[in-house]
């Protein structure tokens, strides 16, 4: 596991500082001139700069220092016009963007990393440290995927928000960095992370707004595992002058972040669950006639849990 933080980033810099006053990190080494510390199976790595455009980060550090990643965790702030107090995590990518287009925010255009293989658990434990009297002003949510950087290993941003009144809150710091040694507590002992049994599918979302009201309801039961999560802006629809064909790039995003997903998730069963009230009646038939023709399965939330659920 390989959290990345860099000193560019008022957030990723109180979450980092916070994560280094536990006294669990130690001296490991250098990674593009940059300091690596380690505890376990986790790394630390203090880079300078920001995040959004440095491509290939787990692959850069295998180079550096001879290890193969297996996830990135980023640690970095959260900006949203509505200037909320607001602890998130989302996976990355721009699946919906045409090919050769230079994405504004990083990554790379129709592609999505894969997404982090604990996206739900860190959204549990967020719901579990709401209320916590550190943070009294803030809110948590799951985002849905989007921006850079561009990578390989499944990945994550975990973000304070939302404004610079909030990005170098020592509390939301504290809770981060707290939550982050229990989630990892296994790792940062040297020993392999638990796991869900392999009959719990991964579920891919699809519609509804950036703060993925449906996926904060389904990733909340316990045991549940989350993939990519596409807002109803990322799946464009174009209509056809004859009616007959809906085009748009609505297909490649939700095939891009099916592929994406399974490759965190090898063996696993991906679902989707949708919004279906997001789309409209002439966008609603070929999105589910073509899941049907990929064999994916739409569930509602009372399948979903009664899959969680099997013996």
Not at 95 to 113: D, I, N, T, V, Y
């Amino acid at each position: 596991m390989l959290l990345v933080a860099c000193d560019a980033d008022e957030a990723s810099s109180v979450m980092s500082d916070a994560l280094r006053s536990r006294g669990v990190f130690v001296p490991y080494g250098m990674a593009e001139g940059a300091e690596v510390l380690a505890a376990g199976h986790v790394r630390l790595w203090c880079r300078t700069g920001t995040h959004l455009h440095e491509d290939n980060l787990d692959l850069r550090y295998a180079d550096a220092l001879g290890e193969r990643v297996h996830e990135v965790l980023f640690l970095s702030k959260h900006v949203a016009s509505s200037e909320r107090p607001c602890l998130t995590v989302h996976p990355i990518g721009v699946p919906h963007l045409p090919e050769g287009e230079s994405p504004p925010f990083g990554g790379r255009a129709g592609q999505s990393p894969p997404p982090s293989i604990r996206l739900a658990a860190i959204w549990r434990a967020l719901l579990a440290v709401k209320d916590d009297p550190r943070i009294p002003e803030f809110e948590v949510s799951l985002e849905v995927t989007h921006h850079g950087p561009w990578l390989t290993a499944p990945s994550a941003f975990l973000e304070i928000g939302s404004t610079s009144s909030t990005w170098s809150h020592a509390g939301a710091g504290q809770v981060w960095a707290d939550l982050l040694l229990d989630l990892l507590s296994e790792e940062l002992q040297g020993r392999d992370a638990p796991t869900q049994p392999q009959h719990h599918p991964v579920v891919v979302t699809l519609g509804g707004g950036h703060y993925a009201p449906r996926a904060n309801m389904m990733a909340a039961e316990q045991g549940a595992l989350l993939g990519h999560m596409l807002a109803r802006h990322s799946l464009p629809f174009e209509p056809s002058e004859e009616g007959t064909h809906v085009g748009g790039a609505w297909r490649h995003a939700i095939n891009e972040s099916l592929a994406s997903t399974r490759r965190a998730h090898p063996g696993r069963t991906v679902v989707v669950s949708m919004d279906k009230k997001s789309f409209r009646g002439w966008e609603r038939a070929p999105l589910l006639e073509h899941l049907a023709s990929l064999d994916v399965a739409v569930v509602s939330a009372e399948e979903h849990r009664a899959m969680l659920s099997m013996e």
